[in-house]
Structure formats: C-alpha cells, structure tokens
C-alpha cells in the first residue's frame, strides 16, 4: 500500500477549503486507517506500507515490512514497488491509501485475475486507477504516463496493452481528492453503504460549511432584520450580501451588521447569486431572498437532508404572508405556497441550498434575466436528487398583494410557456418584479 505522512497544509489539498488544513490532515490519516485495516484482512497476502518517508506516526504493526518509495514520479515508483514485489511472490498489487470503505472483495477479484491474467487494474471515476497488479512487470512499463489526468487510466492500459500483458479491469471506484467526493464518501458511509469506521468518526468532527448569499436591490426596509435573523441561526458559517446597484441604504446597513460581507455586482439575481458564490468559502451554498425568512432549526434540516443518498441539493416548503396582515386577499397568499408542495423543480424562494461541488458541476445559475431559478434547479436534477425540507420558509407576500391576478397567472402560466420553449427573455418582456 503507498502512503504518505498525514499533515495540515501538505495532505488533502484539494479538501482544504472545505474542512480546513487540520480537518483534511485528519480526514487523510482516518482514509489510511480504514483501507489499511482492510489490507490487514487479505488473507494468504505478504502486506508492505510503502511510504514516501519514513515516520513516527505509521504504526504498520508486527510481521510488516516498510518500503521507501524512492525518487521519480509516481510510475517509477509504482514500477519500481512492483518489481521488488516480483522478486518475492508470483504476483505484486500496489493500492492507494485514500480509498476508505473499498471493499475486501476487489482484493478477492484482484488475486482472482492474475491466476489468469498477466495484469489487474482498477479504474477509478477522476480518470485515473485506485489499484495496479502484474504478475510481470518489463522495465520502463509504467514511465512517462500522465498522471492525475481524466485519461491516465485510458493512457495506462494502452501501455499494458503494448507489452503484451492480458489485463483484467476491477469494478471501478473513487479517490476522495474533492469536496464532492467527501460528500460523497458521507453519504455512502451514513447509508450503511460500505463501512469506514474511523473515516466516519473524522466526518463527525467536520461540519458542513455553510455560506448564505442574499441578493439584494433597494431592500433597507428588510436588510437588518434578514440580517439580524441570520445572525441567530445557529451552524451558518458566512453571510454575503450581494448588492446589484441599490439606490437606497440598503449596502449600507448590510455592511454595519457584523460579520457580513457586502460585495458588488451587475444587477440581475443571477449574475448576483453568482458573484456570492465565487467568494463564498462554505461547502453548502443557500441562496436566501431578502424577503425570505428561514426557520430557526434550518442548518439541522439542511445537514439531514443533504445527509441522504443521491442528495447534492435541498429546498424549503414555503409559507406566505402579508408584511402588514391588514389585506382582505391574505387568505389567497397561500395558494402560492401550493407550489412548493408538489414540483420537483424549487423555486428561488424556497430558499436553495447545493453542494458547492454540484453548484459548479452546473455552472451555478444561468445568466438569463426570468426563470433562472427554475432552470437551475433543472439542472440540478439531472444530476441528482434535490430534497424537499419538511419545514416552510416565510415569504412576504408582497408582490402577489400588489398585483394578486396578475402575479397568479405569472407564476403559474409562465413555467409552462417556459417548459415549452419560450424563451426567458421574451417572457422577461412581459414580467415586472414589485418590491
């Protein structure tokens, strides 16, 4: 098994962001624990920890040898690995150390393969391989490959295949390089999926990051006390406003709340939404409307629901209000909330939370001036689940008491014309936003 000291700010880079450099120095030492200790279980197998230094913390236990892995890339070392394990046993596998939960059988179908073929290899879902077996290994096999690469798997079994060695592919599995792939590992682990005891007890020490971004434009009437709302709900990590040219004091007040970050963009709740998202440092991304009150348990119903397999997003109920409770028509407000009950495809305010992974994935919400929260969360779907929260948000009802027919035929006809083709910005023509 390769390996490599487990420390802050060297081990787990890509994941720095997310859990911080302890976390993911902590997240790499529990991925070598678990994979380690399935290694351990391989019967009939002579075990060696291939390190790239020696080091106090490996504890590889009695009766196991430790190599040093070398100078050179990773091919010379994996082939030079390889080729030491030839000259004592009839076949030699290398496997990496960031694989928890990979399950003991793969080794079985490792062994299996090389009684009948000269080379095993296990591709992993980035493009490269988690695992390489030979029973024969010529010099120079693996030198020059590119690596960390979408093709090196493809690259590498052209080269297998240009030597001459029959090879057996693995059932393919994943490398947890990536936030995305953190989460999920979490869900994985959390369904009973595949078990990584001490991958699991790392995950409970790191949280979800959660980053709020509000979109805003001439809302000093409500700003402090979104704001002010935000501040007391408990598990929110970062709060950014998003200013789209306000004529009011409404960037003024957000940036006298403590602990808010006001920024500046093109005004359109989606060039907005998106500005928030390229400086926000969570991992979970919860795009909140200023007229949109989350409930006080919200970060509970996030990590629940994003804690389910298949989710990489969620959205809330809602229920809507008049601001001053004094209408004749507050009664109707809530046949709009009908909506948020039933469609698969939320709306922004529902108040959207997404893997910040997934939210890139798609490339975050589409620049178009109408509907660009339904379109989001279209493509959203097709690449996972997006959960429905079993609570509401509050939403002011403003725009339907200012126009109530109007608004009702907006909100109802305009996602059928746009399912059928119409473009946003013609119907964009035809929309006017009341404040």
């Known amino acids: 098994m390769f390996a490599k000291p487990a420390r ?30 399935t290694v351990r279980e391989v019967a009939d197998a002579s075990i060696v920890l291939a390190v790239t230094e020696s080091d106090p913390t490996f504890d590889p236990g009695p009766n196991i040898e430790v190599w040093i892995q070398g100078d050179g890339d990773l091919g010379d070392r994996m082939e030079r690995a390889l080729r030491r394990g030839l000259e004592q046993a009839d076949a030699a596998i290398v496997v990496g150390s960031d694989l928890p939960g990979l399950p003991r059988r793969v080794f079985d179908q490792a062994r299996d393969g090389l009684r009948t073929h000269d080379a095993v290899i296990g591709p992993a879902d980035d493009g490269g391989f988690y695992l390489i077996g030979l029973t024969r290994c010529p010099q120079g096999l693996l030198a020059g490959l590119p690596w960390s690469r979408t093709d090196t798997c493809e690259h590498t079994l052209a080269r297998l295949r240009s030597h001459g060695l029959r090879i057996r592919q693995l059932e393919r599995w994943f490398d947890v390089d990536t936030p995305d792939d953190l989460e999920r590992l979490r869900k994985l682990i959390s369904s009973g999926a595949i078990s990584a005891p001490a991958t699991a007890a790392a995950l409970r020490e790191v949280p979800r990051r959660i980053s709020v971004i509000v979109p805003v434009l001439n809302e000093q009437a409500r700003i402090a006390s979104r704001l002010e709302e935000l501040n007391q709900t408990g598990g ?41 998202a390229q400086v926000a440092t969570g991992n979970v991304l919860l795009f909140l409307h200023a007229d949109v009150s989350l409930p006080k348990n ?30 004749w028509l507050e009664p109707l407000l809530h ?10 495809l939320p709306y922004g305010d529902q108040a959207i939370f997404v893997n910040a992974d997934s939210f890139r994935a798609v490339g975050g919400y589409p620049n178009q001036p109408l ?18 929260v079993p609570a509401s948000v509050t939403v002011s009802g403003r725009r339907f008491l200012h126009r109530p027919l109007y608004y009702a035929v907006l909100m109802n006809i305009f ?11 013609t119907l964009a023509r035809f929309y006017r936003d009341s404040r």
């Open 8 to 37: 802050a700010g060297a081990s787990k880079t890509r994941l720095i962001p997310a859990v911080g450099a302890a976390g993911a120095a902590n997240l790499a030492r529990a991925f070598f624990d678990d994979i380690w200790a």
């Open 236 to 276: 929110i990590d970062e709060v950014i406003v998003v200013d789209g040219g306000s004529t009011d004091r409404t960037a003024a007040i957000a940036r006298s709340c403590n602990g808010v970050t006001v920024i500046e963009s093109e005004r359109g709740r989606a060039r907005q939404m998106n500005a928030g």
């Open 371 to 388: 509907m660009e929260d339904f379109e989001f969360s279209r493509r959203l779907k097709r690449r996972g689940k997006i959960v429905r």
């Open 415 to 425: 996602p059928l014309l746009y399912r059928m083709g119409v473009p946003a910005q």
């Open 335 to 344: 046949l709009a909330d009908l909506r948020s009950r039933y469609t698969s």
């Open 298 to 327: 919200a970060v509970a119903l996030i990590n629940q629901a994003l804690d389910r397999p298949d989710a990489i997003a969620g959205a809330f109920k809602t229920w809507t209000v008049s601001d001053s409770h004094r209408s």
